[in-house]
């Protein structure tokens, strides 16, 4: 995707000192001469950002951003300590115990790539009114509408992260101008934004090479709303720390003319995935493999071609032993491992393992190409899932424990040590979907297990009952590695328990942690703005 890029337009309170250079000038006559200059200039260019190449950039494949802070802080995996590697000042291990700072600067970073988005989107709408006379009636709406929803994609992700955030709709240069909104009010104007929008949005497959692939076309409005909805309760809820929340059969929407409760309104927006065409592909790996642009599964993703784009993809990369990637011709860093209560979860060790454990871990002796890979000291590499720790330094298994990433097919022909693949990165899939659904249905007193077992069923695994805690296991074994696990632990008030080896932090069973703090760089640039409760000292 070529960066089109005239200049960066920076909200100072917002994303501070950002040094990044245009690759190119181009003339206001040569930007904005036609209409189909005015959409590359002004629309064409946010999706550069949907992927990274730079540490905390990019909604997954990166280090230190909005993957690893909804991954990483979870029962779900962790980065251990392995003698003199992954300690990196306490970082990873803060992640997991959740013992982070405002003063952290990823966390900055993912502030400061969040907001560079916002801001670049308002200036994309300023823009789009300065030179309307180019474009008809409806094509200024349905750019407007298309800007609108990136935008509200990165609000959701700023509000879902941290809470109460400003919430800027203009293109603005003063920090006099910025204020904080509650979560509640940016959330409301995250779904109204997705609302207005769907009129005007491409009823197309983004998944699909084209002229649509990578775009945020209906179908992944249709998605995030149906998101949005399954987490109402918490994103309603302007104090999560005092042990309350909404009711989600209390908080309504307005679907198609109907007024539908938040659980309602998560099915029929799920329903509407199912009419648009998208279905389970028949094996679950096909998601993941290299060419997945044709998966009828898959909805939204991070276009990756190793020639065309430069979007990191570096999470197999940093989970492979070393000896590993050697085998495969790459590079590896020999770090990210599942938790011991993971793989449990998928009956690792058990007759009753879920198959869709050999799609997600490398496990047990390790086999490339039909051969044994071995240690420097000659002995064979096995990886042992049962004896991961959180600091692994001077255990025998310091370098081998852990069930390793898996997932993602391996592209051999990969560049930069597989970082450069032709596997795009799935960000949505129906599959989410129809586990979506099937909660909802049961937190509305309803059977999800239609919704469930066809899910099970796609991966030869036997039926179960839908209730919330086979929900949640499944979200787990279905979605692993795909960085929803923080937002479902919050949801189903498991984040601030002790877990694994995480004992539960003084003062946690309130709920502060189930936000990140406003980072003390962007409290230092605006007096207006005030810290999130539990991070006030």
């Given at each position: 995707?070529?960066k089109?890029l ?6 100072p309170v917002l994303?501070?000192c ?6 190119g000038?181009?003339?206001?006559e040569?930007a904005y ?9 002004t629309?064409?260019?946010l999706y550069?950002y949907?992927g990274?190449?730079?540490e ?7 280090y230190?951003?909005v ?11 962790m980065?251990?300590?392995r003698g003199?590697d992954?300690?990196?000042?306490g ?6 115990l959740?013992?982070w700072?405002a003063?952290d ?7 400061t790539y969040?907001y560079?988005?916002?801001g ?8 789009l009114?300065?030179?309307r006379?180019l474009?008809t ?6 750019c407007?509408?298309?800007?609108r929803?990136i935008?509200?994609l990165y609000y959701y992700?700023?509000?879902d ?11 603005i240069?003063s920090t006099?101008?910025v204020t904080q909104s509650?979560?509640?009010?940016v959330f409301r ?9 769907l ?9 699909r ?8 076309t209906?179908p992944v ?7 949005l ?5 918490v994103?309603s809820?302007?104090n999560w720390?005092?042990g309350?929340r ?8 307005e679907v ?13 927006y ?5 009419a648009?065409g998208?279905?389970?592909e028949t ?7 290299i060419?997945?642009e044709n998966s009828c599964?898959?909805i ?11 979007n ?6 940093r989970?492979r ?6 085998a ?5 860093e020999?770090g990210?491992s599942?938790?011991?209560s993971t793989?449990r979860t998928?009956?690792?060790?058990t007759?009753?393992i879920?198959?869709r454990?050999?799609c997600n871990?490398?496990s047990?002796?390790?086999l490339v190409d039909?051969k044994?890979v ?5 002995e064979?590499?096995v990886?042992r899932?049962?004896?991961v720790?959180?600091?692994?330094t001077?255990?025998?298994?310091e370098?081998?424990?852990g069930?390793?990433m898996?997932?993602?097919e391996?592209d051999?022909t990969?560049?930069?040590?597989g970082w ?6 799935v ?6 979907a129809?586990?979506m659904a099937a909660?909802a249905?049961?937190?509305?007193g309803?059977d999800?297990?239609y919704?469930?077992?066809l899910i099970?069923?796609r991966?030869?695994?036997?039926d179960r009952e839908?209730t919330?805690?086979t929900?949640?296991?499944e979200?787990l074994m279905?979605?692993m590695?795909e ?8 949801r ?6 002790a877990y694994d080896?995480?004992p539960?932090?003084p003062?946690e ?5 189930t ?5 003390s760089k ?5 007096k ?6 539990g991070?006030e000292?």
């Amino acid at each position: 995707m070529k960066k089109y890029l005239l200049f960066l337009i920076v909200l100072p309170v917002l994303t501070a000192c950002l040094d990044e250079h245009p690759k190119g000038q181009l003339t206001e006559e040569e930007a904005y001469g036609s209409a189909t200059s005015l959409y590359i200039n002004t629309i064409s260019t946010l999706y550069n950002y949907i992927g990274g190449n730079e540490e905390s950039q990019g909604l997954q494949g990166t280090y230190r951003g909005v993957y690893d802070y909804n991954t990483f802080t979870t029962d779900e995996a962790m980065l251990p300590t392995r003698g003199g590697d992954w300690y990196d000042g306490g970082f990873w291990q803060g992640l997991y115990l959740h013992q982070w700072s405002a003063a952290d600067l990823p966390l900055y970073a993912t502030w400061t790539y969040l907001y560079k988005v916002v801001g670049l989107c308002n200036h994309s709408l300023a823009l789009l009114e300065q030179y309307r006379s180019l474009l008809t009636a409806r094509e200024l709406q349905v750019c407007q509408a298309e800007v609108r929803s990136i935008r509200a994609l990165y609000y959701y992700y700023l509000m879902d992260l941290f809470g109460n955030v400003p919430l800027c709709t203009t293109y603005i240069s003063s920090t006099d101008q910025v204020t904080q909104s509650g979560r509640g009010a940016v959330f409301r104007f995250v779904v109204s934004e997705l609302e207005a929008a769907l009129p005007f949005l491409y009823p197309q497959e983004s998944q699909r090479e084209g002229y649509y692939y990578g775009k945020l076309t209906l179908p992944v409005a249709y998605f995030l709303l149906a998101k949005l909805a399954l987490n109402a309760e918490v994103y309603s809820d302007d104090n999560w720390t005092d042990g309350q929340r909404p009711d989600g059969k209390n908080i309504f929407f307005e679907v198609d003319g109907q007024r539908l409760n938040a659980w309602e309104t998560t099915v029929a927006y799920c329903e509407k995935l199912g009419a648009f065409g998208y279905r389970l592909e028949t094996n679950y790996t096909t998601n993941f493999a290299i060419g997945n642009e044709n998966s009828c599964e898959n909805i939204f993703t991070i276009p990756m071609d190793k020639t065309l784009y430069t979007n990191w993809f570096r999470n197999l990369f940093r989970s492979r032993h070393y000896n590993h990637g050697a085998a495969l011709g790459m590079d590896a860093e020999n770090g990210t491992s599942a938790t011991r209560s993971t793989v449990r979860t998928f009956g690792y060790g058990t007759p009753d393992i879920d198959a869709r454990y050999r799609c997600n871990f490398y496990s047990d002796t390790l086999l490339v190409d039909g051969k044994n890979v071995y240690l420097d000291n000659g002995e064979a590499l096995v990886y042992r899932p049962l004896e991961v720790r959180l600091d692994l330094t001077g255990s025998p298994y310091e370098k081998t424990a852990g069930a390793r990433m898996s997932k993602y097919e391996i592209d051999r022909t990969a560049y930069n040590d597989g970082w450069l693949q032709s596997n795009d990165i799935v960000l949505f899939r129906y599959g989410d979907a129809l586990l979506m659904a099937a909660e909802a249905k049961v937190r509305n007193g309803q059977d999800g297990s239609y919704e469930l077992n066809l899910i099970r069923r796609r991966a030869g695994m036997p039926d179960r009952e839908a209730t919330l805690n086979t929900l949640l296991d499944e979200r787990l074994m279905e979605l692993m590695w795909e960085g929803w696990r923080r937002q479902d632990l919050i949801r189903f008030g498991r984040f601030t328990t002790a877990y694994d080896e995480r004992p539960q932090l003084p003062d946690e069973a309130s709920g502060y942690t189930t936000v990140f703090p406003i980072p003390s760089k962007v409290l230092d640039l605006n007096k207006n703005l005030h810290q999130n409760p539990g991070y006030e000292n």
